[in-house]
């Protein structure tokens, strides 16, 4: 007889106990009722805590060989086989920086090129609402459809058991809004699907789609190490196991080192086509700022391009026809050739894009004279995009740049654990300096900020977490000593001794915000984490104004 492992979590002051047998079978009293909050807090017992992270960094992180294999039991759990994710009709996308904007504008062009098309989009992490993670139309699913759906998962999952002994018998926090996605965009026949990886592609759990209509990688870089290697090549090679047999694989510009093994995934799948694709020129308008922002568009554009060659007969670029069609293969087999033009619907798409968070310049909602700027950059390579963007005219420079005229300027940054703040604040401050010459700016990068805000991801002064921002991850004894931010803050005053201006070490997002504000007509910076960034939109009030696209 075995013997139950059992656990309980809250919700709502309310205890339900679950019964797990050794990852096999579960039973479980009904959870009494269905909202979204429920929702979050059952979704949050999935999240995997800080000390076992912390026990798997300390053993040397590698990706799960099973991990395939496991999310597809789950997806038969739910009553879904592989193949019929091949109807979700799926635009795959990878890459370590700007896979989320070039999903946002693959979406955006998307459905400005059809616009009687039901299209899907799943990506992570969110902002401010764990529902902002699945789209339909472009639009976050309500709190009611998601829980919805939320608990349809939940209860099929429940009720069904696992064909390996070895694997958890409930996915975690990602694997299961990934199993979700997948159910509720099959559930609702949509027309298209953008899916964007979480992390690397070859063992994510968005990888088990087995023919998507057409991959794409963005620009590589270096993230998740830990996970993925250390090498360009290693990295390239984990995003690069999207692609597939018969599938045309796109990426960007990159590294030679990348490039080439790319090139060697895309023969190995046997990938239709493997092609390499230039940024948009300066002179076509996006909703997206910064400069980065147009090798992302060059890439949704021709992924939208190879899409709509393949699955839509009424689809010509020449003509540039705006009706609805039906999404049904026409595609004759051959390489088809990037887009050399931009139709009026591609161009509106790209007009139109709205990806918050990224690059992101919002008036304060209380302050009139304040303005945020938002970037959840977080790697090197990202935060030398975002320091491109905040260091120039009209935006973190006065119009003139040799003028002293401006605001002052306050950063707040954090980074999660097992990123080097040192190599983060050395990249903002080479990037500083870097742009200020390229403007011919008389300032020096020691004196651009005149107060720096090292915060922890804790949302408000309380101690507390908004619900769809709790996260597990972080170590409870880190957070109250701040531990993080004290090696940040330490960092800083190692390169920058001479800095003139007030350095600040709090222990949450609302205490942070509250410090920037006392500063009268101030120009802040966020970056480091988007888990802050969308912190910041909740604490300061600048939801309704960041995340919707019409303000």
Not at 94 to 105: E, L
């Amino acid at each position: 007889m075995r013997i139950p492992y059992r656990f309980t979590i809250v919700i709502h002051n309310k205890k339900l106990k679950l019964f797990r047998f050794h990852g096999r079978r579960m039973s479980t009293t009904p959870i009494p009722t269905r909202t979204y909050r429920d929702a979050i807090d059952a979704l949050n017992s999935l999240q995997t805590n800080a000390a076992i992270l912390e026990a798997v960094r300390a053993a040397g992180s590698k990706l799960n060989p099973n991990a395939i294999p496991e999310m597809i039991d789950y997806l038969r759990r739910v009553g879904l086989k592989p193949s019929q994710l091949n109807n979700l009709n799926v635009i795959h996308i990878t890459g370590t920086k700007g896979k989320g904007s070039t999903s946002a504008s693959t979406d955006s062009i998307l459905r400005a090129a059809r616009p009687g098309w039901k299209t899907g989009l799943y990506t992570s992490p969110h902002l401010v609402a764990v529902r902002e993670r699945i789209r339909i139309n472009g639009e976050p699913l309500s709190e009611e459809e998601f829980a919805r759906y939320f608990f349809e998962v939940w209860n099929l999952l429940q009720n069904t058991k696992c064909e390996a002994a070895t694997t958890p018998f409930m996915p975690n926090y990602f694997r299961y809004l990934t199993l979700m996605a997948f159910y509720t965009f099959y559930q609702l026949k949509v027309d298209a699907t953008i899916l964007e990886v979480g992390i690397g592609g070859r063992s994510d759990s968005t990888n088990i789609v087995p023919k998507p209509v057409v991959t794409g990688v963005t620009a590589l870089g270096y993230d998740h190490t830990r996970l993925l290697g250390e090498k360009l090549s290693q990295i390239a090679n984990q995003k690069g196991g999207i692609y597939k047999e018969g599938v045309p694989a796109l990426t960007v510009q990159q590294p030679e080192e990348g490039i080439l093994e790319l090139g060697v995934c895309a023969v190995e799948q046997r990938a239709s086509q493997f092609t390499v694709i230039d940024a948009l020129p300066s002179t076509i308008p996006l909703g997206l700022a910064g400069a980065h922002q147009r090798s992302n568009a060059g890439l949704a554009v021709q992924l939208v391009h190879t899409f709509l060659s393949i699955k839509d007969q009424s689809y010509s670029p020449m003509s540039d026809p705006n009706t609805s069609g039906t999404a049904s293969a026409t595609w004759s087999g051959s390489e088809i050739e990037p887009l050399r033009f931009l139709p009026t619907s591609f161009m509106d798409g790209l007009k139109n894009a709205h990806w918050p968070g990224r690059c992101q310049t919002v008036p304060d909602s209380k302050l009139g004279a304040m303005t945020w700027f938002l970037d959840g950059a977080h790697t090197q390579e990202s935060l030398a995009c975002c320091l491109e963007w905040f260091v120039s005219p009209a935006v973190g420079l006065p119009i003139s740049p040799v003028s002293d005229d401006h605001p002052p300027r306050v950063l707040i940054f954090n980074c999660t654990s097992g990123r080097s703040g040192d190599a983060f604040l050395t990249a903002i401050l080479e990037k500083v300096e870097e742009q200020l010459a390229i403007h011919g700016s008389l300032e020096k990068k020691e004196e651009f900020f005149a107060k720096v805000i090292f915060c922890s991801n804790v949302t408000y002064a309380s101690g507390n977490f908004k619900g769809d921002l709790t996260s597990a991850a972080i170590s409870t004894t880190d957070n109250l000593n701040l531990k993080t931010q004290r090696e940040i803050e330490a960092a800083w005053n190692k390169l920058v001794p001479t800095y003139s201006g007030t350095v600040h070490v709090l222990p949450s997002i609302e205490d942070a915000v509250e410090e920037a504000r006392k500063t009268l007509n101030v120009s802040v910076l966020v970056t480091g984490s988007l888990h802050l960034v969308g912190g910041v939109i909740e604490v300061a009030g600048l939801a309704d104004r960041a995340l919707s696209p019409k303000a």
